[in-house]
């Protein structure tokens, strides 16, 4: 028995260690094939499935459209922020402290579920970034051996990791493709940014029209360093970008948290605040923070996509498109959009064009009158919400609690009556006689008994507060408050164009400086033409995007660079285009750009200068934007209150003072 024992341990583990020479599945395998198969279970949900598509929008540039990849990546971080916002939502009912306590949780399990998988995102877009430095060294080391583009990029790709390998295989595919040009153009669609085209255009370019050699360098390789020299200074200026707005977004959300802390820490050192916090001045001061909340929030978020990026997902049209193609509100748009013949057609179609925004005319006037209806409507909710919570704790006022703890039977008595007046006396002159007789006549049977010496000061408080209940009901001035504010909201998708134009203006030298280095590259190819540089330009550009692509269509017709010239109304850009205008007209492009080298090298002393100047200016609004909320709850909803309140009691004071 003891020999059989310890020949079936022996068989046991030479059974152990054949089994562990077989292939395992890895857990990172079973967790992407289980993200994989979750995918069309979250694409049937309607709401989660506009979230998953979102992400997955943003993820399929990165991933360079590698389905596999974008769906797990996509459903894992939608289970993430569902988790996040569900975790949010069993806090909000484990600890109901108010609806106000509740809405501030809601708000930060959306905060933190949009906030980390934008962290994620980022980062993988970061890695992805580091990843192409990599790999353009991989890719002139190879070339180096092969002299041979493909040969080098697929060498290369083999190297590298699995996200940068995907797009180095697109490369490689471009190349062997049939119609190379076309398979260009459809990489150009799902790239990342400009400089994941740049490397695909500079392989194609030089593998369908040679490499050069000039000064003793092959422009092939000159043309990676340069790309590698634009790659790391976009590294840098995006690391210190966000190191500085790290962490503005959640001091924005914190301090509606805090406000249900502040009020009980008020009420408790301050007694008398009872009374301004269930007023109508004290409920809109609380909506006050959380609309401030919601202002700073999103224009913290506009900061980190105004630059083209993966994080800049182009303007989500769709459900404005659903909503324009209904019947009525289509008619309704119809009455309050210019034509096209009219002078305010053409100044909200030149604003678009400024600021760079890919809505027409049409669209913003659908942006503008939706955001007008829907303050208009929530300004209204909010007065009407006030009025029915001042009605609500009158008819139902916090009782008098006594030493030992409990409510005296007179108290809780005389409020009942008291909420029976206000329903009986709600739709009368409390101050005719007919209803002073009637109420002296109910306060003489009631329940519990006044002194005949406090009827009449009874009698004088109670009509005061019937008064007081009537007219808790929304007035004349507040319609009219409602339709200013709903008039001046009509106004809000102006200014978000006049700061996006702010913003785009200072990246304008940006761009133009990454002209400059681009048509180094294209300079030195014998028979690179103008045409080309301009779609090259199109391609890589932001701002004046539409711009090029309106003069690469009328470029047949001769006057299409001077037409770009005076449209672009930007001197350094006009003085790329007189060259470009000369290079087509009168002398080749590398005599138009002789110089190029030197104003490349002097642009990026400069750029570098400019990206400190500029991410200062960015990093001083936003640090405003997003401690302005804290500043108003403290100031609002703690300070005012505070002062508010001592003041109504001075002037009670002075007035019982004898004269």
């Known amino acids: 028995m003891i020999l059989t024992k310890a020949n079936s341990s022996q068989e046991s583990k030479e059974i152990e260690k054949l089994k562990a020479l077989l292939p395992q599945k890895k857990r990172g395998v079973q967790l992407e094939r289980l993200l994989i198969g979750l995918y069309p279970v979250l694409n049937r949900v309607p709401v989660i499935r506009n979230l998953l598509l979102r992400i997955r929008k943003r993820l399929l540039l990165i991933h360079a459209g590698v389905e596999r990849s974008v769906r797990a990546e996509a459903a894992k971080l939608t289970v993430l922020a569902i988790s996040i916002f569900l975790i949010a939502i069993i806090c909000s009912v484990i600890f109901p402290k108010s609806i106000f306590t509740t809405m501030g949780i809601w708000v930060g399990g959306i905060y933190l579920g949009g906030a980390i998988s934008d962290i994620w995102i980022s980062r993988i877009e970061h890695n992805m970034m580091l990843g192409f430095v990599e790999l353009l060294d991989a890719i002139r080391f190879e070339y180096q051996k092969f002299k041979m583009v493909k040969e080098a990029v697929q060498e290369a790709s083999e190297n590298s990791d699995k996200l940068i390998s995907a797009h180095a295989e697109q490369y490689v595919d471009i190349l062997e493709s049939i119609d190379p040009e076309m398979a260009l153009r459809k990489y150009y669609e799902i790239a990342p940014n400009h400089f994941a085209r740049q490397v695909a255009g500079v392989c194609w370019i030089v593998s369908e029209l040679g490499d050069t050699v000039?000064?003793?360098?092959?422009?092939?390789?000159?043309?990676?360093?340069?790309?590698?020299?634009?790659?790391?200074?976009?590294?840098?200026?995006?690391?210190?970008?966000?190191?500085?707005?790290?962490?503005?977004?959640?001091?924005?959300?914190?301090?509606?948290?805090?406000?249900?802390?502040?009020?009980?820490?008020?009420?408790?050192?301050?007694?008398?605040?009872?009374?301004?916090?269930?007023?109508?001045?004290?409920?809109?001061?609380?909506?006050?923070?959380?609309?401030?909340?919601?202002?700073?929030?999103?224009?913290?978020?506009?900061?980190?996509?105004?630059?083209?990026?993966?994080?800049?997902?182009?303007?989500?049209?769709?459900?404005?498109?659903?909503?324009?193609?209904?019947?009525?509100?289509?008619?309704?748009?119809?009455?309050?959009?210019?034509?096209?013949?009219?002078?305010?057609?053409?100044?909200?179609?030149?604003?678009?064009?400024?600021?760079?925004?890919?809505?027409?005319?049409?669209?913003?006037?659908?942006?503008?009158?939706?955001?007008?209806?829907?303050?208009?409507?929530?300004?209204?909710?909010?007065?009407?919400?006030?009025?029915?919570?001042?009605?609500?704790?009158?008819?139902?006022?916090?009782?008098?609690?006594?030493?030992?703890?409990?409510?005296?039977?007179?108290?809780?008595?005389?409020?009942?009556?008291?909420?029976?007046?206000?329903?009986?006396?709600?739709d009368k002159d409390i101050y005719s006689d007919e209803a002073q007789a009637d109420l002296r006549y109910s306060v003489d049977h009631q329940a519990y008994k006044v002194s005949t010496d406090e009827v009449n000061g009874y009698l004088t408080a109670l009509s005061q507060k019937i008064a007081s209940y009537?007219?808790?009901?929304?007035?004349?001035?507040?319609?009219?408050?409602?339709?200013?504010?709903?008039?001046?909201?009509?106004?809000?998708?102006?200014?978000?164009?006049?700061?996006?134009?702010y913003m785009r203006d200072l990246e304008m030298q940006h761009e133009v400086d990454r002209f400059y280095s681009m048509i180094s590259i294209l300079a030195v190819i014998p028979r690179i033409s103008v045409i080309e540089i301009l779609e090259w330009m199109h391609r890589n550009s932001i701002i004046f995007e539409k711009q090029l692509q309106s003069c690469i269509l009328d470029y047949g017709s001769g006057d299409s660079l001077e037409r770009f010239k005076q449209e672009v109304n930007f001197r350094p850009m006009e003085q790329l285009v007189e060259r470009l205008k000369e290079a087509a007209e009168n002398i080749p492009v590398a005599q138009a750009f002789d110089n190029i080298e030197g104003e490349r090298a002097f642009a990026i002393r400069r750029r570098e200068q400019r990206y400190q100047e500029m991410t200062a200016i960015k990093v001083a609004w936003a640090k405003q934007i997003g401690f302005m909320p804290m500043y108003v709850s403290v100031g609002i909803y703690l300070v005012f209150p505070i002062a508010y309140v001592a003041y109504l009691q001075l002037n009670v004071v002075l007035t019982d003072l004898p004269m």
């Open 214 to 426: 000039s000064n003793g360098a092959s422009s092939f390789l000159s043309a990676l360093t340069k790309i590698q020299d634009e790659i790391r200074l976009d590294i840098l200026r995006r690391e210190h970008l966000f190191s500085q707005l790290k962490g503005l977004e959640a001091i924005c959300i914190v301090p509606i948290l805090f406000l249900e802390p502040m009020r009980k820490w008020s009420e408790v050192n301050f007694p008398f605040m009872k009374d301004f916090y269930v007023s109508q001045l004290g409920i809109l001061a609380v909506f006050i923070p959380f609309i401030l909340t919601i202002i700073s929030f999103y224009s913290l978020r506009m900061f980190r996509t105004l630059d083209n990026s993966v994080q800049n997902v182009a303007d989500v049209k769709t459900w404005m498109n659903r909503l324009i193609a209904q019947k009525v509100f289509s008619k309704l748009l119809d009455r309050i959009t210019p034509n096209e013949n009219e002078k305010t057609h053409f100044k909200a179609k030149r604003r678009l064009a400024f600021a760079n925004s890919h809505y027409s005319v049409r669209e913003l006037y659908a942006r503008k009158f939706l955001f007008a209806a829907v303050i208009g409507l929530v300004t209204v909710s909010i007065l009407i919400y006030s009025h029915m919570n001042v009605r609500y704790h009158l008819m139902h006022p916090l009782p008098v609690v006594e030493s030992d703890g409990k409510v005296s039977d007179v108290i809780m008595k005389r409020l009942e009556f008291e909420s029976e007046m206000y329903k009986r006396f709600y």
């Open 470 to 501: 009537q007219k808790e009901v929304l007035q004349w001035y507040e319609i009219l408050i409602s339709f200013v504010t709903s008039c001046l909201s009509y106004r809000i998708p102006e200014v978000l164009l006049f700061f996006r134009k």
